[in-house]
């Protein structure tokens, strides 16, 4: 079975401050993971995703994640935020023959 | 390209009536196709995913069902609204499980 876990509900930052969106997860075989962002009233977008090689994955939009395995970690981070990405984030793991587990989501708030 | 439509944007229905939410999805083959329901503070729940026509899992028992009658459309039905059955749905198609999963604007049904 897998598992993912958001821990943080709401997170609430200044705007050009950095922020961590915290995401653990739990797989009994190799995992492939994902951030996806939703705006206000629409569907999810892919923000990135980490299938194998490099442990940093990076976005377009200045996101990263890294995937940890000793600490079951995929934390996503922004060293400096603006106003547009108030949005909800969502972490998702599978292990390839599963379907897809996503967390309940974070809600990112960026105060002016 | 590949583009996802679902309809209708919202709806509101009276408990105990029927529902009928269609997706449909343009530009690609044989897509693995999922509904979701996403409800305030519960995250994305996994309804039904489908990996070819006539092939559907579900994920959660419920009064709702689901059905593909081609390729590229997914369907979600009930007999019978109850009040529970309100939230955000929102179909979504992969090419495979650990790909990218591609969702729809979302179908936003208040019960009543």
């Known amino acids: 079975a897998q598992s993912v876990t958001q821990l943080d509900s709401q997170v609430p930052v200044f705007e050009e401050a950095p922020v961590e969106l915290r995401c653990n997860y739990s797989?009994?075989?190799?995992?492939?993971l994902f951030w996806y962002v939703q705006y206000p009233n629409q569907g999810l977008q892919l923000l990135l995703k980490y299938l194998s090689g490099s442990t940093l994955v990076e976005s377009i939009n200045g996101f990263e994640a890294e995937f940890n395995k000793s600490q079951t970690s995929f934390h996503l981070r922004k060293p400096s935020v603006h106003i547009s990405d108030t949005a909800e984030y969502f972490c998702?793991?599978?292990?390839?023959?599963?379907?897809?587990?996503f967390g309940i989501g974070t809600k990112l708030q960026v105060i002016p | 390209s590949q583009t996802i439509h679902q309809w209708p944007a919202t709806l509101v229905q009276p408990v105990g009536s029927p529902l009928s939410l269609e997706c449909t999805v343009e530009g690609t083959s044989n897509p693995n196709l999922y509904w979701y329901r996403q409800a305030a503070g519960r995250g994305l729940q996994l309804l039904f995913y489908s990996v070819g026509i006539g092939q559907i899992s579900s994920e959660v028992p419920q009064n709702l069902s689901a059905s593909r009658p081609q390729d590229r459309q997914f369907i979600l039905s009930s007999k019978k609204l109850l009040l529970s059955d309100s939230g955000f749905y929102l179909c979504?198609?992969?090419?495979?499980?650990?790909?990218?999963?591609?969702f729809g604007p979302g179908t936003r049904l208040t019960v009543l």
């Open positions: 998702a793991v599978t292990g390839g023959y599963q379907k897809v587990t």
């Open positions: 979504a198609w992969s090419a495979g499980t650990v790909d990218t999963q591609y």
């Open positions: 797989s009994s075989v190799s995992v492939y």
